[in-house]
Structures are given as structure tokens and as C-alpha cells.
């Protein structure tokens, strides 16, 4: 019993990890043209912050595969103003989100279709 205590108390521990992903994502089958584009520059940009397969760090950044970032509620040009301008923490406690340099509006647009594959195979639309 005391050991089933400890090994709940440490796989508990382990969830809160700075770095940790913050939701399971489930990966599709495959990805189109533009969205395998995307995945580079999400990659090479933003995954520092959002984590492998945009499933959020903990610590760091919220997961961009997440009901909240759903198109009716964050639509592209939600998308486009992070990249360009930054955001102001108000969804989290994760603190600003920076503008993101180097990149232009249609790099961004690939990294957006990525997003919308990955939360359409998470039930996310
Ligand atoms: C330095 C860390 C960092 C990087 C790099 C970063 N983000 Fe973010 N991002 C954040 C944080 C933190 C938030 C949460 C803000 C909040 O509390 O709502 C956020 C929020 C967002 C939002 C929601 C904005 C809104 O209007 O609520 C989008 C969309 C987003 N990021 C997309 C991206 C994309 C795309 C990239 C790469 C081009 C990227 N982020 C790179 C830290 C980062």
C-alpha cells in the first residue's frame, strides 16, 4: 500500500516537470504539402515554447493543440497576431508570449495549417 503511494505520489511529480508536455496528442496519419512545411518552421520556432507536436511545456507554454486555440475561438488571424506582435498572458499563467522573428505572413500560414491538421486528428475542429 505505502508503496502504491509512493509510485502514485512520483508519477504525480513527474506530470509537473518543467518541460513536460501537457496533453497527449494523438498524431495523423500523415500530413499535406503545406502542413509539412509548417511542421519545419513550427519546429525550427516555436516548438522551443509550445513543445514537440505543439502539446505545450510545462513551465513554458500553453499546448497549441487544445480546445481553447480551436478556429471558432483563436481563427488564423489570432495566429498571425502572435507571430507578428506577441500576446499578452491571459488565457495562463505561462507570462507573454514574444513576437517571433524572422518569420513572414506566409511561413506563418504553413505553420497554421499544420496546427489546424494536428487539432483536427485530436477531435479539435
Ligand atoms: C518564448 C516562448 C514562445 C514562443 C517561441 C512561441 N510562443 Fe506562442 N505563446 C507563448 C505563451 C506563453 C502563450 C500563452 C499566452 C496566454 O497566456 O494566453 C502563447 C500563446 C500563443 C497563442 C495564443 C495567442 C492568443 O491570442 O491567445 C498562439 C496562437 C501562439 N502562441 C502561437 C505560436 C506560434 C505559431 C509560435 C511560433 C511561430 C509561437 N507561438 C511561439 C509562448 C511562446
Redesign the pocket.
Known sequence: MKAWIALIGIIAAGGALAGAPLVEVQLPDGLGPEATIGKS??TA??A???GANAAGQAG???P?IHRI?EPSH?GDE??Q???ALG????????????P?KG?TRGD?AM??AY?REMQRANGID
Open positions: 518552421v513550427y520556432k516555436c522551443v515554447c509550445h513554458t507554454a500553453p497549441l486555440y483563436h489570432a495566429f497576431r502572435a507571430a500576446a499578452r498572458a491571459h488565457h495562463w499563467r505561462f507570462g507573454d508570449m514574444p517571433v518569420l506563418v505553420v497554421i496546427i
